[in-house]
């Protein structure tokens, strides 16, 4: 398994493929990204169930739909 490119004792449990070359990212520095406002989307789950995925879900900014009040 990769180790995280953030903190670098982690497991990566994602990685970003929006930067080149792709980086691997632990779920907590993942999560820290969310909560920040800067989210990985462009990822893929590595190994088990894509917990990453359920966080950017109900976490981001980015996911959720921008509407104009008239």
């Known amino acids: 398994m990769s180790i995280c490119a953030r903190c670098r004792t982690a497991e ?10 792709p980086q691997p990212w632990c779920l907590g ?6 909560r920040a406002g800067d ?3 462009n990822y893929r ?3 088990g169930p894509d917990e990453y995925g359920r ?3 109900g976490g981001s900014t980015q ?8």
């Open 45 to 47: 789950p590595l190994g």
């Open 29 to 34: 520095c993942a999560i820290a990204l969310v």
């Open 55 to 57: 966080v950017l879900a």
């Open 12 to 21: 990566a449990a994602i990685e970003d493929l929006d930067v080149q070359p």
């Open 39 to 41: 989210p990985v989307i």
């Open 63 to 70: 996911v959720l739909p921008f509407r104009r009040q008239t």
